[in-house]
């Protein structure tokens, strides 16, 4: 029986935790759960001090009846970690991590010192409820714990093509925030996937913008667009996220995209691997190994 490793690397929660609902979850899913022991800590607007965050999930690496690390949630902080972690331990202790939203920072600055591959897209704290786990969530969470393949459809926005890279992406706003940093993994050749939350229209311009001069978009073999869930204008006249992706597409034609992908803040969506390859069919479907 695999054993998770429960850590909190972001926010603290605002409500009361029902850890026991989310360890049952887990234990129905034939794991045993060990919690870190900061992991209901608070500290402003951190689940903890950087360093007792860091140092629960070293001590996770560390500890040989850990299989694999799961972050409870997240909001907002993993990123502040990145320059107080032992990459050598990662790397020599090397156990898959899961996480989703503010957790995009951590995976891909591990990433791009280590090498580990990672999986997003389970939130525990969001997606555990007392009317049980999203279906899609669950399965492609079992998917992902036998190793098996998986497939979802994605559009096209231009010519279907045949595309292959190693899956790579998360959270728009966190992708950027490693942008220009030593943490910046590199994305030649990736199949970069993109979603993000309760953003408006002309920031997720920005950030995209941002992407584009840094000239991510020019080293891609693809971007894949999820789901950005309630990214609305309060100003009519902005314009919509369908627009800023229309723009986007059309400044840079030559870059295959694709948008549709059941991945984002919504109930339902699908796990994805960080660091494992992909391929995208003339069917416009999205293969990929857990």
Known sequence: ???????????????PIQIDLIENWFRK???????AQHL??????LAGTDEERTRD????????????LIALKGGYGSGRLLDLLDFDLVQKKAKPLIGFSDTTALQLGLFAKTGLVSYTGLSPRKDITDLGVNKLIEQSFKMCLAHNSFSCSVQPMGKPKNIQGVLMGGTLSLINELIGTPYQPDFSGKILFIEDVMEEPYKIDLMLTHLRLAGIFNQVNAVVFGDFYKCFSSDKNDGTIQEVLNDLHSRLPFVPMYQGLNYGHGDSRILLPIGLKGTIDQNNILFFHY
Do not use: A, E
């Open 57 to 68: 999930i070293h001590d996770f690496f560390n500890d040989p009846n850990i299989d694999l």
């Open 40 to 45: 209901l800590n608070t500290n402003r607007f």
């Open 29 to 35: 899913m034939g794991l045993q759960v060990v919690l």
């Open 1 to 15: 029986m695999l054993t998770v490793g429960l850590f909190n690397p972001s926010s603290p929660s605002s409500t």
